[in-house]
């Protein structure tokens, strides 16, 4: 499993088609978005379900450019969530615009 992912917890890979029939919550449409304005970033996604806690969450791991950084969706404490090694947001129904603020913070602190 990827290293930024939690340690000690299971995780199966699902597919971006089963994620987006399976999850209706919070922050939805955020990889819509990123497919239309970081397309590159969408294709090196990879999905995620946790078999141990959360299984509602979606978690994606963006690998393979340079920077690996990871996504989750949280439907309970709506909330995005991005993060990598080094830095943590959490991005939820405070924000004026979650998908704008989503975005700008892969592309100020993600992209190389």
Not at 14 to 27: A, C, L, Q
Not at 67 to 92: A, R, S
Request: aromatic share 16%.
């Amino acid at each position: 499993m990827h290293k930024l992912l939690n340690d000690g917890w299971v995780y199966e890979s699902v597919s971006f088609e089963e994620v987006s029939d399976r999850y209706k919550g919070f922050g939805r449409d955020l990889f819509n978005l990123i497919a239309n304005d970081l397309p590159s970033h969408f294709s090196n996604l990879k999905f995620y379900k946790s078999k141990t806690y959360q299984d509602e969450d979606v978690f994606a791991i963006c690998e393979g450019l340079g920077h690996d950084y990871g996504i989750q969706l949280d439907p309970d404490c709506e909330v995005i969530c991005l993060w990598d090694g080094n830095t943590h947001i959490e991005i939820g129904t405070w924000s004026e615009n979650e998908y704008e603020e989503s975005i700008l913070f892969i592309k100020t602190n993600f992209t190389q």
